[in-house]
Structure formats: C-alpha cells, structure tokens
C-alpha cells in the first residue's frame, strides 16, 4: 500500500475539521429551515445542518463520507457549477433547478470564511410560495383529508363485501375453472384498491401529540407475522436485533405500514418471490436507531434508484407506486431518514430515528 503524505494543514483540518470559534455559526446554520452543505476545495464535505440530513435521507456520519459529486450526481448541473464556483472562488445562483429529482426554486454556491470552506445553500420550491396561498393550501387539505375519509366509509363496506363474497367462491367447488380464474382476478384487484385506500389514508398525518412510545422490535415482529401469514415459508426471514434499543416516540400502526410496504418491496424484488430478508437493528448513542432492511434480490438498477421514493414511479406492470413515498413520508413524520444502497444480488435499506426523550 502506498503511503498518502498529508501537509500540517490537512492534517488539521483531518484532526479537528471545526474549530471552535466557528461553533456559533454553524449552530446558527442548524437552526435555518433551508438545507445547508459546507464543503472544502477538494469538495469533500466538512459541514451538514438538520435541513439538509432530511432533504437527503442522510445521517451526520453518511453525509461525512461522501463528497460533493457523490452527494449531487456527476452530471447535475449544480455540481457543475460548485466546481465552477471552486475553480473561481466566486459565488453562484441559480434558479429552478432539480436536486435529487426534487425541484428547488434557488441554489446558493458561495466562499466563506469558515476553515476556507464553501458552502451550498438552496430553497426549496414551497419556501417561496406566501402565507396566503399556504391558508388556502391549509384549508384545501383540511378539505381533501375530510373527502379521503368520507370516501373511506364508502368504499370500505363494499369491498368488505367483495372480498367476502370472492373468498366463498374460491372455496366452492359449484364454479367452473374459468369462473374460478375470473373471481381470483376480481379478487385481485378489489386487494389493490383496499391498498390504495390505505395508503391514502396514511397520507392524512397523524398527529404528533398521538405518539406514543413504541418499541420498534415489536414493530418489526408484527411485520414478520404478517409476511409469513401472506407469503408463507417460501420467504425466510433473518433476523439481528440489538437488545439495547430503546424506544421511539411514534405511532405503532403507520410504522408497521411503513416497514411492511419496505419489506414487500424488497420481496417483489426476489426472483419468483422466493429468498432471504435480513433485518437488523443497532443503537449508537450518536447515531440514533438504525433498521436495515438487507434482500439478495436482482438490485435496482442505478437510472431507477434516485425515483423510488418519488409517487407513482415504479418499475411494475401492476405496482400504484406509493409503497415506498407512504413509508418514506411516515419515516419523516418520525424525525428520521431514509436511504437505499443496492447492486445486482443484495439491496438494503436503512432507517434511522431519534430516540425517545427521557422526558416524554
């Protein structure tokens, strides 16, 4: 291995990357409601505010690792242009650009005096939009959210009802083949709009103040009896979970939602739905609670992973493409992130939470 000479100034800059009287600054920084990104001349990033670790899905440690071409694409024009703003040590703007498939209504490149570091700032688009329209956005969900439920009761009944009726059918031996193939496609699809529905439904938030504290290795249990109780032993589900995870403060119900709809992804992704699923949990005090959710299925490939948390993108000839946005958005609700790292044979998701605050 060939030995890497590092200058007195990397050195520093390796050993202690924040000195102290920047402290305030980048406190400040973590306070903004816009996601902020600090980074050196060689645009490995030295600085992340809690705005930016939730735009990105990324944790303190995750973002520490990266660079800033790993952070925004080779190809993204934002990246572009920060080399362009390191290469002239000059400040950039820019207007109604995509980041991470996300459209954002500015960027902000500009030199700072901290550690001679650079920082990258953006709005995202609904920072612009102003407090009247966001009343009215208010009162139109408030609206929307009431239809979703009156639509709920009307549908839940009838399908109740035909569900029922296709599971006596199936059972009767009156039916020809034909028919019994027709009623299984009936059934089919009254099975997705029942998903449908259900995912609507977790779209109306739930309220903070009903969080409660929730153990995630029950969570994670339950999701595994309802596995083994849809797709029985054909799915072999490992399991690693650290003892010494504490609780979170959550809702019990929309995070079994969340790591069901992860999980059924990772098995539609099995060759004829037959593998493995590893799930493990670790705690680290600085971290927080981490989940992955590990399949050796055919991977996702690398043009399609940056759209899988967007709605209604999938790959499947059937799939509604809310699987994912729905548990993403219940992990954001939460306080925690989501990321995915995938090659041909293994694909695995990672959550991390906060823990429960000793004062709850």
Same mark, same amino acid.
């Given at each position: 291995m060939?030995?890497?000479?590092f200058?007195?100034?990397e050195l520093?800059?390796?050993s202690n990357p !924040? *000195?102290?009287e920047t402290l305030? !600054?980048l406190?400040?920084m973590n306070?903004?409601?816009?996601p902020? $990104?600090?980074?050196?001349?060689?645009?490995?990033?030295r600085?992340?505010?809690?705005s930016?670790?939730?735009?990105?899905?990324?944790?303190?440690?995750?973002?520490l690792?990266?660079?800033? $071409? &790993?952070?925004l694409?080779?190809e993204?024009?934002v990246?572009?242009? =920060?080399k362009?703003?390191v290469?002239e040590n000059?400040s950039?703007t820019? %207007?109604?650009?995509?980041?991470k498939?996300r459209?954002?209504?500015? =960027?902000?490149?500009l030199p700072v005096e901290?550690?001679?570091?650079?920082?990258?700032?953006?709005h995202?688009?609904y920072?612009t939009?102003?407090?009247e329209w966001?009343?009215?956005?208010?009162?139109s969900? %408030?609206?929307t959210?009431r239809?979703?439920h009156?639509?709920?009761y009307e549908?839940?009944n009838p399908?109740?009802?035909?569900l029922?009726?296709v599971?006596r059918?199936?059972?009767?031996?009156?039916?020809?083949? &034909?028919?019994r193939e027709?009623?299984? #496609?009936? #059934?089919?699809e009254?099975? *997705?709009?029942?998903?449908?529905?259900k995912n609507?439904?977790i779209?109306?938030e739930?309220q903070?103040?009903l969080y409660g504290?929730?153990?995630? %290795?029950?969570?994670?249990n339950? !999701?595994i009896q309802m596995?083994?109780e849809?797709y029985?032993?054909?799915? @072999?589900? &490992? @399991?690693?979970f650290?003892p010494?995870m504490?609780?979170i403060r959550?809702?019990?119900?929309?995070?079994?939602?969340?790591?069901?709809?992860?999980i059924?992804?990772a098995?539609?992704?099995?060759?004829d739905?037959?593998g @493995?699923?590893?799930?493990r949990t670790?705690?680290d005090?600085?971290?927080?609670l981490n989940?992955?959710i590990e399949d050796?299925?055919?991977?996702?490939?690398?043009? *399609?992973?940056?759209?899988i948390?967007?709605p209604h993108?999938?790959t499947k000839?059937d799939?509604?493409?809310m699987?994912?946005p729905v548990?993403s *958005?219940?992990?954001?609700? %939460?306080?925690?992130?989501?990321? $995915?790292k995938?090659e041909?044979? @293994?694909? !695995?998701?990672?959550?991390?939470?906060p823990v429960? &605050?000793?004062?709850f």
């Open positions: 060939n030995k890497v000479d200058s007195e100034e520093e800059e390796i !924040v *000195k102290s305030p !600054v406190s400040m306070a903004l409601p816009d902020v $990104v600090c980074f050196n001349r060689d645009l490995m990033i600085y992340n505010n809690h930016a670790r939730s735009f990105f899905r990324l944790n303190d440690e995750q973002f690792k990266k660079d800033m $071409v &790993e952070l694409g080779d993204n024009i990246i572009k242009s =920060v362009t703003a290469r000059k950039l820019l %207007h109604d650009v995509g980041v498939g459209p954002v209504s500015s =960027v902000i490149i901290i550690n001679a570091w650079y920082l990258l700032m953006f995202q688009r920072m939009l102003g407090d966001n009343e009215k956005t208010k009162y969900m %408030h609206d959210q239809k979703i009156m639509m709920q549908i839940r399908l109740a009802s035909i029922s009726a599971q059918l199936e059972k009767s031996k009156q039916i020809s083949d &034909e028919d027709l009623t299984n #496609g009936i #059934g089919h009254a099975l *997705k709009i029942q998903e449908g529905m609507l439904m779209l109306n739930v903070y103040r504290s929730t153990n995630l %290795h029950e969570i994670l339950r !999701v596995i083994h849809k029985g032993s054909d799915i @072999k589900i &490992e @399991k690693k650290d010494s504490p609780n959550g809702d019990f119900d929309t995070m079994i939602h969340a790591h069901m709809n992860i059924k992804n098995i539609e992704a099995l060759p739905k037959k @493995k699923i590893s799930l670790f705690y005090k600085a971290a927080g989940i992955e050796n299925g055919m991977g996702i490939p690398p043009d *399609k992973i940056n759209h948390f967007q993108f999938t000839t799939g509604q493409g699987g994912l548990a *958005k219940i992990i954001d609700e %939460h306080g925690g992130t989501i990321n $995915v995938s041909p044979g @293994k694909t !695995v998701f990672k959550i991390n939470l429960l &605050e000793d004062n």
